[in-house]
């Protein structure tokens, strides 16, 4: 296929070569990931993922990390017993996760799709971390609330959702990670008024 391709082009460059390979790889992690939004490639930091994984401390479920970079969130909450899943759409770094993954052994755990998080359903998740652009937010905000079950933990990183109240935070500076229950939002206490009046009627 043509991943292998580029892949022996690498193999090959010589020395003159090396930096035009070096440019194939960087290149597609600054292009434009969310409709309008170009999204740079930042890795989550270990102080951050730590943050993370006590914001699942005493859940379980699955995992889905939106903009899943280089998989390092996926890969560390699948060594803590969640079927994690990432979304990416930069398909090199969706290809380094699933080495990592494989390197890490995990990848039984773990999938990683190049997709497009507005064309991706995220009602089947119970823990959900967004590492987000301030644009993105209010959308995203929207979309969760209308796909996800009430026993969701959303866990924001970076920046925080604009409308919800965060029920947890931890961290700080650009390590600071955000926790929103969805059951304390406003969504969730309106869906479940509804279904308790269908069933008496």
Same mark, same amino acid.
């Given at each position: 296929?043509?991943?292998?391709?580029?892949?022996?082009?690498? *193999?090959?460059?010589?020395?003159?070569?090396?930096?035009?390979?070096?440019?194939?790889?960087? /290149?597609?992690?600054? /292009?434009? #990931?969310?409709?309008?939004?170009?999204?740079?490639?930042?890795? #989550?930091?270990?102080?951050?993922?730590?943050?993370?994984?006590?914001?699942?401390?005493?859940?379980?479920?699955?995992?889905?990390?939106?903009?899943?970079?280089?998989?390092?969130? *996926?890969?560390?909450?699948?060594?803590?017993?969640?079927?994690?899943?990432?979304? +990416?759409?930069?398909?090199?770094?969706?290809?380094?996760?699933?080495?990592?993954?494989?390197?890490?052994? @995990?990848?039984?755990?773990?999938?990683?799709?190049?997709?497009?998080?507005?064309? *991706?359903?995220?009602?089947?998740?119970?823990? @959900? *971390? @967004?590492?987000?652009?301030?644009?993105?937010?209010?959308?995203? +905000?929207?979309?969760? +609330?209308? +796909?996800?079950?009430?026993?969701?933990?959303?866990?924001?990183?970076?920046?925080?959702?604009?409308?919800?109240?965060?029920?947890?935070?931890?961290?700080?500076?650009?390590?600071?990670?955000? #926790?929103?229950?969805?059951?304390?939002?406003?969504?969730?206490?309106?869906?479940?008024?509804? /279904?308790?009046?269908?069933?008496?009627?």
């Amino acid at each position: 296929g043509p991943g292998r391709r580029s892949w022996g082009l690498l *193999v090959t460059a010589g020395v003159g070569g090396t930096l035009v390979a070096l440019y194939a790889v960087v /290149t597609p992690f600054v /292009t434009p #990931a969310l409709r309008k939004v170009c999204l740079p490639f930042v890795p #989550a930091t270990s102080t951050q993922i730590q943050n993370v994984l006590k914001m699942l401390e005493n859940r379980s479920g699955s995992l889905v990390d939106v903009g899943s970079g280089d998989g390092r969130i *996926v890969i560390a909450a699948a060594k803590r017993g969640f079927k994690a899943v990432g979304y +990416e759409l930069n398909p090199w770094l969706v290809w380094y996760s699933r080495y990592r993954a494989w390197r890490d052994g @995990v990848h039984k755990n773990t999938k990683f799709y190049i997709s497009d998080l507005w064309k *991706v359903s995220f009602s089947h998740y119970t823990n @959900v *971390v @967004v590492f987000g652009v301030p644009q993105m937010m209010p959308q995203l +905000e929207k979309k969760l +609330e209308e +796909e996800l079950e009430c026993n969701a933990r959303i866990i924001a990183c970076r920046f925080p959702f604009p409308c919800w109240i965060p029920d947890h935070t931890t961290g700080e500076g650009i390590d600071t990670v955000w #926790a929103y229950d969805l059951k304390h939002s406003r969504g969730c206490e309106t869906k479940s008024l509804e /279904t308790t009046s269908e069933r008496q009627s």
